[in-house]
Each structure stands twice: as structure tokens, then as C-alpha cells.
């Protein structure tokens, strides 16, 4: 079956991209560039599927060719130079997350399981932490072992095992997509109103009756950020103000999480009247002996912990990477994609007399305006 | 490959390794280009370079970050934005004085090889 050779040459550049440093986003443009005028020339003025296949088997073996194109490859330790960057990344998220995952259960577990003796102390803390990242560390060798060894037999042309695994590492420090942000815009906003109305003021319980101002404060703040994310992209202002809101959030949740579930009643209907209706006293009358609220309002805190952690680790990696490559505080930044960065800004150098829309032999049609 | 192979690679390397960057910054001379077209021409003009297609970029950027060269993206067709490479003064500059220096040697070079049957 024929492939469009865009399609071709985008899977060769997302496994290209594994192996690059964080933000090589011009540099994959560089190459995206590259390999249709070389498809084009090998085809003789048309990209085909075969001759897109030629120019990406001229690049290369894609770890290879983003060492080449990027003039990176520091061996590191034991690592080969060409996995230095994936490897990096890929421990930088799984670090990251342990980081996020440890605060988030010591914001837990010090505040509820210690008090209410299900776990007598959070063993160790922080002692705890460097030997989660070294356990950390050794599953990935032992994982990055093992994955290498499956993919001894794989064509070159073909996307490893590896490669599929590393993508983690891409993911995890991809911008955010312009989609997220405006729904953190249209939550912050809408939730930040919701908690505020009259008829739920009347539903919390009285001990968290006293932040519901706070946090719907916070929610309009977050909603400032989505927008500043939605207008601009990545830039380092907004890495810094989210990184801000998210300590922010950090410790305000180690208040939360002692306040309790927030809400003593419901609203309910009965014959067509609405009368507040009490949850906890459901459950006691009721017998049921697990009342899940805490636990609710556990893993809610736990996970807004857990983002508001990893935002952190992302900026303090990548406010310093923008600044060390003379970036500043405020640029028009990108958007997470699927593809690759579509650029939004036109700088005309040259004349060009393309038609608007280009048919390849095989079919694969391209829009040129 | 017997030892003169060996050695004659290790210095085409280096005679390579010095006049890429002279032949990459007297082409953008005469006219701005992105990667791939100055691939192609150094490709054309300069045979004996015979450079891999990926040690040009990152030279390029090399040369960039020196401040021989200044570079601006555009984007008239959307799916190949080109990095266009200009010199700039300094770069401008160093070829002159490059250029200079070629040319003694090449010329003094000359002298020497062409004593001893070499030309």
C-alpha cells in the first residue's frame, strides 16, 4: 500500500525528534525542509512515497541523524551518546514524577493517614526520595535493556520499541496544546463563579465555608493563566506564573486537605421542593459503614498536588534551557501539536511562484498558500 | 587500506575540516541560502568536500552562534519554512582575511608540490 510520503516523512521526524534536545523545534523544521526538496529531487521535481523513502534513507538511522544535525552527543556515564538525550528526558520525567507523586503523598499522608493512624509517619521523608529515584533509575536500565533487546531484529526504517518508550519522555515536556488551554480558561471562570453562587454557599460545611473565596480565587487566576497560555503559547512568563500558581496551590492544599470534603449537603427535590439534604447523616442513618468523603477529597488534593508539582519541575527545567538560548521572558511561543510546528509568523525573502496546490504522482495532495 | 589511504584520509579530513567553513561563508557572499541549498551547491561547486549532508546544519549553526553568520526563517510556504543564512559584518570580515590566507597558501603550496613532480 502507498503511504503519503508526508506521512513518511513526519513518522521519520517524530522519531528523529526522540533523540533531540528539549525545544529543536527549528532544527526539525530545518530537516522537514531538507528531506521534501530532497524527495522532490530524487523524484524528479515530484515527492512520491518512493523517493521520500530515499531521502529519509539518505539521512539516516534517526538517532544518527539527530546527533548529526543537532551537533549534540555527549556520551554520559555508561550511556551511548546518541541515547543521551532521550535517556536524560525520559529520567527527568520519571524523577519528575516521583518528586510529584512523593509531595503529593506527604501532603496526603501527613495531614489524613497519620492523624487517623492508618500509616503511623511517612516512612523516612525526605530521606525516602533518593532512594525512590535510584529504584526509579534501575527499573528504566533494566527497562531500557530489555527493550533493546526486542528491537535487534527491527528494519531500520521501521519505528523500535525504543523509540516508542522514549516518546514518553517527549511527552511529558510537550507545550501545553492551545486546546487545554482554554479549557483551563473556561473552568477557572466557570467553576471559579459556580462555587461562589448563593444557592452553594449553603451546601459547604462550615470549616471550609471560610476558603471558598481563596479558592475560587485561585480558579480565576488559573483562568488568567489559560489565557495567557491560549494567547501566547509557551513563553517564560507563563511557565513562571504557572509555576507560581502551582506553589502556590501546593500549599494552600496542605490547609485543604485538613478542612475536609466541603460540602455537608445537597440539594434535593422533593414532590417539587428543594430542601437541603444532609450526606454524612445519610450514611450514619443508613448504617453504611464506609463514608467515601474523605477519600474523595483525598485524591482530589492528591492530584491537584501532583499537577501543580510536576508544572513546577517542568518550568525549573525549561525557564533556564529558554534563557540559556537567549529566549528572555516573553516571546510568542508554541502550542503542543500533533504534528509538527506549524510556524504563525511570515518573514517573505523570496519570491515564490508555486501554484497553490501541488498533486503528487501518487496521489498525496499539498496545499502551498 | 594500506597506511598512505589511512593518511590520506586523516588529512583530507582536516584540509576539509578548515575549508568547509571558508567555501560555505564565500557562497553566502553572493546570495543568502537555507540548509538545503547550500548543500546542493557546495555539493556542485566543491567536489572535493564531499560533505555528508548532515555536517552542514550544525556547522551552520556553529557559525551562527560566532556571529559569522545571521539567519531569518521564511515562511511563504507553509509546509517548508527555510532558515535563510546571510553574513553577517564579522563574517564578512573573516572572509576577506580568509580568502586572503587561501590564497597565499595555495599559492605557496603550489610552489612546493609543483618542485617535485606533484603537478
Redesign the interface.
Known sequence: MTKDPMKLIEEYLERVKVYLPLASEDLLMEMRTHLIEEAEAVGGGQMTAGSALMAIERMGDPKAAANEYAGTGKKVGPVPSEYTQPVLRILGVLVGFGIAFSIAAYVIGAAILVPIGIIASVENWPFSLPISILVNIIFVLLIFGGISLADRNKMPSEKTLLESFFGIGTEGFKPKARSDAAGELVFGVGFGFFILMPQLQMLYSSAFAPFVGAVAGLLFVGALKGALFLVAGENNVNLIFEAGLGVIWILFSTVLINVGFPLEYAWVNNNGTWSLFNLTEFFVQNEIPFIPFDWIWMFIIFMIVVTSAWRLIVASIKVPMYLNRGRGLWWQGDWSKKSLRRPRRRTKLVSNQNPNYRVYHDGYQESED | MSKADQEMDRWAKEVKRGAVTLAILALLKRE?A???EL??RLEQKVSFLQL????V???L??MEKRGLLHS?????????????YALSDEGRRALEMMSRTWDVLSREMNEITTGVGMQ
Open positions: 543568502p537555507y540548509g538545503y548543500v546542493k555528508e549532508q548532515g555536517t546544519y550544525p556547522l549553526r556553529r531569518e526563517w521564511d515562511y511563504e510556504i507553509e509546509t517548508r519554512p527555510k532558515k535563510y
